[in-house]
């Protein structure tokens, strides 16, 4: 079975990560290269391996986490949709069975919350990563702050940020540290509501409670 160490061993993952981290870098979007993928892939996996699924949906998780930005390589735009394609030609390539490689497509092309929802356990999984991934370390723009439009000043307050998967209490926990001289907490649900409501249904496919806890205090 591919493993996602193979995966970024691959030149051509390499290549479409460098891309589409200078073309988001070019309109001012946050990081969504090699840190951003590395932690998804990681987390995706992990919260799989402790609600008990198998060692190869956990691997594939990984694998889905890994590569689900490289449609940023082609446009930001319905990148979930291009990079899932992207990702199935890969696979495919470099000899992983449809089944598989199919499995890892889906999760790609739902992970974005404007057309996305989760329809597998994999799918689940990669939608809790990446959402719970908002960090001041994403922003490119860090000469001025006054100058941040509301996506980088949300992700420039947020000091530290983990999602917390509990199998006895049945619970999947996003845990932020917010700055709120930087950024009121109000402006964080505004631009990640909808985030935040795919979080809670992908939850649910997990059979989990989905808890957002801001600066200590449980809010959803």
Do not use: W
């Not at 992983?96 to 689940?124: C, F, P, R, W, Y």
């Not at 908002?134 to 947020?158: G, L, M, P, Q, W």
């Not at 909808?194 to 809670?200: F, G, P």
């Amino acid at each position: 079975m591919i493993k996602v160490q193979d995966i970024k061993k691959n030149e051509e993952v390499k290549n479409f990560m460098r891309v589409a981290e200078m073309q988001l870098s070019v309109i001012g979007y946050t990081e969504h290269s090699f840190r951003h993928v590395g932690l998804v892939s990681k987390t995706a996996g992990s919260i799989l391996e402790s609600l008990g699924y198998s060692e190869r949906e956990i691997e594939l998780a990984r694998i889905a986490g890994y590569l689900h930005d490289i449609g940023n390589s082609v446009n930001r735009t319905d990148h979930a949709h291009t990079g899932a394609i992207l990702a199935y030609d890969l696979l495919l390539r470099m000899g992983m069975n449809i089944t598989d490689a199919s499995e890892v497509m889906l999760a790609i092309g739902q992970h974005d919350e404007k057309t996305g929802m989760a329809v597998s356990a994999i799918t689940a999984a990669v939608i809790l990563a990446d959402k719970s991934d908002v960090h001041r370390s994403r922003v490119h723009n860090k000469k001025e702050i006054s100058s941040f439009e509301i996506h980088d000043r949300v992700n420039y307050a947020v000091e530290s940020s983990k999602i917390l998967v509990d199998s006895e209490k049945k619970q999947a926990v996003l845990d932020l540290v917010i700055d709120i001289k930087i950024c009121p907490i109000m402006d964080y649900f505004e631009i990640f509501l909808s985030r935040m409501t795919l979080c809670r249904r992908a939850a649910d496919f997990l059979k989990l409670d989905f808890h957002l806890i801001i600066n200590g205090t449980t809010l959803l």
